[in-house]
């Protein structure tokens, strides 16, 4: 019994290793919640999933397979040539046959090593692909989300899914899931040429086997877990970061520096201690796996050793200094697959964490979509009318209750009211921006969900209060990518908004940069440039949201002349708090609460008295004051 207590010790380490992970499995199986994250997605529904953006390159990964065979023929053979070797080393043996397994062992080393770096470079190829094929999904997929799904999603977090999550999922196709196949055949490999070489020194191998899956498999649930956990915090750094660098300037104007920072770093100290748990996780897998190959290695030398010294056999097979050595190297290709399995296990983990959070997004079903039989409109008149339309953002709290109302083409019409009075609503359901939730909005007598999407925006342009303009010059943002359209007709569209008066003074002109947001522009010529936007667009429904405050009086009678050539193209629809722009309105439709109290022409309504006649006198004699 005594001569086996090396073999009984290593035996009660490796038990009390297993109870212990058991244990701490179950721990967090009790603490565990499905709130803690998201959603939890089956690792066969990512995969197949994520296979779907593989398949179009099936061609190159059946190539890669193929290389990959190859360069296994190292594996295999390598460890039989070195036992070759040492059997020939302990007789006598001529030189030329000892050069020509050195040179065989050469020769296959050689190959692997290009079949290696063949692999690498296909695969990176296509994994590349892969990784522009998914954002450009993902990034598509978020543009067809309606306005009120995007206002509930922080930009941050859709940040994150495009960016750093793809470039996560990008290793799996690049590295880890064809060297993973890789392992799996490897280890099968050199299990069946070990049988084939010694059966008796193979099952020692062996016993070790149920322990390797057991921790591989509690390694992936802890290292799942750590990886949601670290994805979950990068998002809220991210959202944080994204939200407060925008507003930064209002940080700055309260002195909440201090205040901003510690916030920062509470979140900075998430992050790491998700970070410190993930690398703990792994730091645990892999010398433990070392633990088990050492074991087994011992176990070879102590079983094998014996039977060679006392030239007896081991379990009916005679064991020779040759045996011992292939195992020995044949050990080192079993395991070594298997730890490499935990660094793939990580990358693995959390490539399937940020597959889970983009799937997730993917999976959000746009909520205002064409209908079946919806139509293309190659031209708008400009009718519109509202039939006894209710609209919530929130259930049972209506922000417009009965709405009727008809717009003849060509007609100017402006409405205004308090603020929350439904007035921005009306010109953002117009769009179908969102869904009603009882009656009916008709462009040129077709209800709007009978229309495309695409087809009903197209002719419509809107100008709003806060001008976005994006990262670039001025001709890129006037034209936002259309095509077909020269410099002269974007001066041309510039000219007419009184855009170009601006312009021309700029050292580059139409090539002048433009810096994130358009901040190296004021506001009335952000707005000017929203303008002539509009125009080189040809829309044959122009919307202004308060177009026309916060600009300086100089600008505003630029934008007022604008206003009056820009109504001879076609509708025009004005939400203004300045009565003073929209005087000259065919109709004026007067909100309250969600409810239309009054409407008419300017003089109409001052005739009337009633809640427009307080409202512009209260203007008209606050102008006054301001002017004395």
Same mark, same amino acid.
């Given at each position: 019994?005594?001569?086996?207590?090396?073999?009984?010790?290593?035996?009660?380490?490796?038990?009390?290793?297993?109870?212990?992970?058991?244990?701490?499995?179950?721990?967090?199986?009790?603490?565990?919640?499905?709130?803690?994250?998201?959603?939890?997605?089956?690792?066969?529904?990512?995969?197949?999933?994520?296979?779907?953006?593989? %398949?179009?390159?099936?061609?190159?990964?059946?190539?890669?397979? !193929?290389?990959?065979?190859?360069?296994?023929?190292?594996?295999?053979?390598?460890?039989?040539?070195?036992?070759?070797?040492?059997?020939?080393?302990?007789?006598?043996?001529?030189?030329? &046959?000892?050069?020509?397994?050195?040179?065989?062992?050469?020769?296959?080393? *050689?190959?692997?090593?290009?079949?290696?770096?063949?692999?690498?470079?296909?695969?990176?190829?296509?994994?590349?692909?892969?990784?522009?094929?998914?954002?450009?999904?993902?990034?598509?997929?978020?543009?067809?989300?309606?306005?009120?799904?995007?206002?509930?999603?922080?930009?941050?977090?859709?940040?994150?899914?495009?960016?750093?999550?793809?470039?996560?999922?990008?290793?799996?196709?690049?590295?880890?899931?064809?060297?993973? *196949?890789?392992?799996?055949?490897?280890?099968?490999?050199? $299990?069946?040429?070990?049988?084939?070489?010694?059966?008796?020194?193979?099952?020692? *191998?062996?016993?070790?086997?149920? $322990?390797?899956?057991? $921790?591989?498999?509690?390694?992936?649930?802890?290292?799942?877990?750590?990886?949601?956990?670290?994805?979950?915090?990068?998002?809220?750094?991210?959202?944080?970061?994204? &939200?407060?660098?925008?507003?930064?300037?209002?940080?700055?104007?309260?002195?909440?520096?201090?205040?901003?920072?510690?916030?920062?770093?509470?979140?900075?100290?998430?992050?790491?201690?998700?970070?410190?748990?993930?690398?703990? *996780?792994?730091?645990?897998?892999?010398?433990?796996?070392?633990?088990?190959?050492?074991?087994?290695?011992?176990?070879?030398?102590?079983?094998?050793?014996?039977?060679?010294?006392?030239?007896?056999?081991?379990?009916?097979?005679?064991?020779?200094?040759?045996?011992?050595?292939?195992?020995?190297?044949?050990?080192?290709?079993?395991?070594?697959?298997?730890?490499?399995?935990?660094?793939?296990?990580?990358?693995?983990?959390?490539?399937?964490?940020?597959?889970?959070?983009?799937?997730?997004?993917?999976?959000?079903?746009?909520?205002? !979509?064409?209908?079946?039989?919806?139509? +293309?409109?190659?031209?708008?008149?400009? &009718?519109?009318?509202?039939?006894?339309?209710?609209?919530?953002?929130?259930?049972?709290?209506?922000?417009?209750?009965?709405?009727?109302?008809?717009?003849?083409?060509?007609?100017?019409?402006?409405?205004?009211?308090?603020?929350?009075?439904?007035?921005?609503?009306?010109?953002?359901?117009?769009?179908?921006?969102?869904?009603?939730?009882?009656?009916?909005?008709?462009?040129?007598?077709?209800?709007?969900?009978?229309?495309?999407?695409?087809?009903?925006?197209?002719?419509?342009?809107?100008?709003?209060?806060?001008?976005?303009?994006?990262?670039?010059?001025?001709?890129?943002?006037?034209?936002?990518?259309?095509?077909?359209?020269?410099?002269?007709?974007?001066? +041309?569209?510039?000219?007419?908004?009184?855009?170009?008066?601006?312009?021309?003074?700029?050292?580059?002109?139409?090539?002048?940069?433009?810096?994130?947001?358009?901040?190296?522009?004021?506001?009335?010529?952000?707005?000017?440039?929203?303008?002539?936007?509009?125009?080189?667009?040809?829309?044959?429904?122009?919307?202004?949201?308060?177009?026309?405050?916060?600009?300086?009086?100089?600008?505003?009678?630029?934008?007022?002349?604008?206003?009056?050539?820009?109504?001879?193209?076609?509708?025009?629809?004005?939400?203004?708090?300045?009565?003073?722009?929209?005087?000259?309105?065919?109709?004026?439709?007067?909100?309250?609460?969600?409810?239309?109290?009054?409407?008419?022409?300017?003089? &109409?309504?001052?005739?009337?008295?009633?809640?427009?006649?307080?409202?512009?006198?209260?203007?008209?004699? %606050?102008?006054?004051?301001?002017?004395?």
């Amino acid at each position: 019994m005594g001569e086996y207590l090396p073999v009984l010790i290593l035996g009660a380490i490796i038990g009390m290793l297993t109870l212990a992970f058991g244990f701490a499995y179950l721990m967090m199986k009790y603490k565990s919640g499905k709130k803690e994250f998201e959603r939890n997605m089956a690792d066969g529904i990512i995969v197949r999933r994520l296979l779907d953006y593989a %398949k179009p390159y099936a061609g190159k990964f059946v190539l890669v397979l !193929v290389i990959m065979l190859i360069s296994i023929a190292y594996d295999l053979l390598s460890p039989v040539l070195v036992g070759q070797i040492e059997e020939l080393v302990k007789t006598k043996f001529e030189l030329p &046959e000892l050069f020509y397994r050195v040179a065989l062992y050469a020769g296959i080393l *050689v190959v692997s090593l290009v079949s290696t770096y063949l692999q690498t470079v296909i695969l990176q190829k296509v994994g590349q692909k892969i990784l522009s094929d998914l954002r450009e999904d993902v990034f598509t997929h978020i543009e067809s989300l309606s306005h009120e799904q995007l206002n509930n999603i922080p930009v941050g977090k859709l940040v994150t899914r495009v960016t750093n999550d793809t470039n996560g999922i990008c290793m799996l196709f690049t590295n880890v899931l064809v060297t993973m *196949v890789k392992n799996c055949m490897v280890i099968i490999g050199v $299990f069946a040429a070990m049988l084939t070489v010694n059966f008796a020194m193979t099952l020692v *191998v062996a016993c070790f086997i149920p $322990f390797v899956v057991l $921790f591989t498999v509690l390694f992936q649930k802890f290292s799942r877990r750590a990886h949601r956990a670290v994805t979950d915090s990068r998002t809220e750094l991210n959202t944080f970061l994204s &939200e407060n660098l925008s507003g930064i300037k209002i940080t700055q104007i309260f002195n909440r520096e201090r205040e901003k920072m510690q916030d920062f770093l509470d979140r900075s100290t998430h992050l790491r201690k998700a970070k410190s748990q993930r690398m703990l *996780v792994y730091g645990f897998f892999r010398p433990i796996v070392y633990l088990l190959h050492i074991g087994c290695v011992m176990c070879l030398f102590y079983f094998g050793s014996r039977g060679y010294l006392a030239e007896t056999e081991f379990l009916g097979q005679t064991i020779s200094s040759g045996t011992i050595v292939t195992f020995y190297l044949f050990s080192s290709k079993f395991f070594d697959p298997i730890q490499t399995l935990s660094e793939h296990f990580d990358v693995l983990q959390s490539a399937f964490a940020s597959a889970e959070k983009i799937f997730t997004v993917m999976d959000m079903v746009p909520e205002v !979509v064409d209908e079946p039989d919806a139509v +293309e409109m190659d031209e708008i008149r400009g &009718e519109i009318e509202f039939k006894d339309v209710w609209f919530s953002y929130v259930p049972d709290e209506w922000v417009l209750q009965g709405v009727s109302f008809h717009i003849m083409p060509k007609q100017t019409v402006a409405f205004v009211g308090s603020t929350g009075s439904g007035k921005t609503t009306i010109l953002s359901l117009i769009c179908r921006n969102y869904d009603i939730q009882k009656g009916q909005i008709l462009i040129d007598g077709i209800d709007i969900k009978k229309i495309k999407i695409s087809s009903l925006r197209h002719h419509f342009g809107q100008m709003l209060q806060d001008v976005f303009l994006f990262s670039g010059d001025i001709r890129g943002n006037i034209l936002l990518r259309k095509e077909g359209v020269s410099d002269e007709e974007v001066m +041309e569209a510039c000219r007419y908004v009184n855009a170009d008066s601006f312009i021309n003074r700029l050292e580059k002109g139409l090539d002048e940069p433009v810096r994130e947001r358009g901040n190296n522009f004021s506001a009335g010529q952000r707005q000017l440039l929203s303008f002539a936007r509009t125009i080189v667009h040809k829309p044959s429904v122009m919307i202004l949201d308060e177009a026309t405050a916060n600009i300086d009086t100089e600008t505003e009678l630029l934008i007022q002349d604008s206003l009056e050539k820009m109504k001879n193209i076609g509708t025009m629809l004005i939400v203004a708090h300045r009565l003073s722009t929209i005087q000259h309105a065919d109709n004026i439709i007067l909100l309250s609460k969600g409810k239309i109290v009054e409407q008419g022409n300017h003089q &109409e309504l001052l005739r009337l008295k009633g809640k427009y006649y307080n409202l512009y006198t209260l203007q008209y004699h %606050k102008q006054q004051l301001q002017n004395s």
